[in-house]
């Protein structure tokens, strides 16, 4: 069948047919490099887009509708916009930090992308710990935030730096737990072993009972991660105006915005990965008539249909529900979030010993 | 406050919020002493959107000065006028037609609704959910357009005239007001639903500001958020006007003190004011709008005041005349101000979060408060 496997494969071949080995790589890290950067671009043109346009049908408006069909250029024009803006830096704010944090949010939102697979055979890289990847540099983005909020010289933004890192900190905790106890079932860090390991099923419907906690969990500490209402009070406009990037302007505003949207990808993409199988079609154990239909959907179909489902429901707890409050969001996880994950990575690893599940 | 004493230790931070800040709802400033994210002090500033409407009342003549009240409370600037038109009325002995009293009430009524339902949309909008502004605001411009039709404007409505109103009702009042209500009982459940009984927005609101009963009656406190401690005091049960004490309708109170009962008792208000709506609307007498006034009005000499209940609480309206065509001196006592004086003493302890809150059941707007 068609594969985008054998294409990378015939390029790769070709490449060190016509080139010395070294001159290879270093064409296929560009292509890598280039293609990534191209899918960052448009994941945060797209996302903005779908954002705007859900809260608009959620809030009985139009949304964006004047440039381009639809609206559909509006993100197009809102970049322009701010590229062409002002860099603001505030007198009396730490220069260097002020302008290394956006970079750090940025680099650390793209290295992301690396072990997330994108279609059957498309993956940038498939490190042997992909899962344990992910949670290390995820954390790596909530420096960015300390640091903007710190050198912002502003109250606002330090206040919200510190909720950010209180907070980040904090649901790293239940995100990683419930991520371990798919790990646990699957007996892999790797991110095609634990695809792979859903062929007969994903680990949602597999995965009894832990699997189901561990996905709510999972959620929950994904919109917390991600500073998404109603965890966002990082930012929340109503008490701090703008939080940590207040005193940002133009470019290096948009690349927080812009990091915030690719994370939002990036965690409702491992979501789709662990619990909804990533690429993997919907197979329902031995019937095979029924799992040869759905092969036939491209495997890249599957998983951006999967991660978008998720980004759609993560926007609609932002369009629908109120933001808490600090000691309030700090008892969720310590109190209950976290205890329960760790019972259920307990009820994960005994089903996996005993060979319960599906 | 008496306990002025300075509360700023070592390692507090002291943070403006306001006067440009999204949930200040207006220029007011606060002068916010924190400890980490814990309230110790909360100081508002007054006085930046002062534009001394007592002052500008004493050089206008008795029908003149009630347009500029519009512009104390604009959310409920059809009350205001009420208020005022009743105080001159009140000097001149003016009788009005049932009509005109009906009409009043009913338009008071409706700005109550409008007034009270853009309160829920910021009050969740400040708590961080923005969809119930906008479902709001679908509800609040069904009202805008029944004001344009009969009075020509949606905001500043200049409806009242002393000895009653202005122009007739417009032939579709009844008809569309009949819509609204029907609109009104479907959409409101669904507020319900959407935020009051939503697990955290319970949260947030349930044992944050407290606000005791002595305290509310202390600081002076009325409408809505003295009745969220229980105080008795909706003047339109106390000291009825024009027809309310042929009415049927409920005092609600709550005795929660919290911002949650405070939440309550708006959103209550509003079905109490639908049920005062639908008694009036197919009872409106026919007859005249207006009493017949003499052209120029001269109050006699004298005090008068008279208080009627707005939105936000009790507006009294105090007119010294010395018996000429413009009041001597006017003196308003605006509902706002009053709530204001009590933020501190509730946001003491809270978290910034909860300041928020507060003050979105507060249900503030600064041009009342500085006129």
Known sequence: ?358 | MLEEVSVIDQGDMIINIGPQHPSTHGVLQLVVTLNGETIKKVEPHLGYIHRSIEKMCESLSYRQFIYVTSRMDYLSSHINNHGCALCVEKGLQIELPERAKVIRVLMDELTRIASHELWWGAMAMDLGAFTPFFLAFRERETITDIMEDTCGARLTMNYIVPGGVMADLHPDFQRKVKAFIKLFREKADQYNELVTGNIIFQSRMKNVGILSKEDAISYGCTGPTARGSGVNCDIRKLYPYEIYDKLKFDEILETGCDSFSRYLVRVKEMYQSISIIEQLIDNIPEGDFQAKTKAVLKLPKGEFYTRVETARGELGVYIVSEGGTTPYRIKFRSPGFSNLSALNHMAKGGKIGDLVAMMGTLDLVIPDIDR
């Open chain 1, 1 to 358: 069948m068609w594969s985008l496997g054998n294409i990378t494969q015939s390029v790769d071949a070709w490449l060190n047919e016509a080139f010395s080995p070294a001159i290879a790589l270093l064409i296929e890290f560009v292509i890598v490099g280039t293609m990534a950067i191209s899918l960052f671009a448009i994941l945060g043109l797209v996302l903005v887009m779908m954002e705007r346009k859900v809260s608009a049908y959620m809030q009985i408006r139009l949304g964006p509708n004047r440039v381009g069909p639809k609206g559909m250029f509006q993100t197009f024009a809102d970049t322009i916009k701010l590229l062409l803006k002002e860099g603001l830096t505030p007198t009396g704010s730490d220069k260097f930090l002020f302008n290394l944090a956006p970079v750090i949010a940025i680099i650390s939102a793209m290295l992301l992308l690396a072990p997330i697979a994108f279609a059957k055979d498309f993956q940038m890289w498939d490190l042997n710990i992909g899962v344990l990847y992910v949670s290390a540099i995820s954390s790596v983005a909530v420096i960015s935030i300390l640091m903007a909020g710190w050198s912002s010289n502003n109250k606002y933004s330090l206040l919200g730096a510190m909720r950010s890192g209180a907070q980040i900190v904090s649901y790293e905790l239940s995100a990683g737990l419930s991520i371990l106890a798919i790990v646990v079932l699957v007996g892999s860090l790797k991110m095609s072993d634990i695809v792979a390991s859903q062929e007969t099923g994903w680990w949602l419907f597999k995965g009894h009972i832990p699997a189901l906690i561990a996905f709510v969990t999972f959620i929950i500490a994904a919109t917390a991660e991600t500073n998404r209402a109603p965890f966002d009070l990082a930012e929340a406009e109503s008490e701090l105006t703008a939080g940590f990037h207040t005193e940002y302007s133009g470019m290096r505003f948009a690349l927080f915005f812009l990091a915030e949207y690719v994370n939002i990808f990036i965690v409702c993409a491992i979501g789709a990965t662990l619990f909804l199988g990533g690429w993997m079609p919907f197979h329902i154990g031995q019937l095979e008539a029924f799992n040869h239909v759905m092969d036939f959907i491209p495997s890249s179909l599957w998983f951006f249909g999967k991660t978008f489902f998720l980004i759609f429901v993560i926007m609609w707890f932002r369009w629908t529900f109120p933001r808490l409050r600090i000691d309030q969001l700090l008892n969720l996880e310590w109190k209950y979030l976290l205890p329960i994950s760790m019972f259920n990575l307990l009820l994960a690893t005994a089903i996996a010993i005993m060979g319960w599940h599906f």
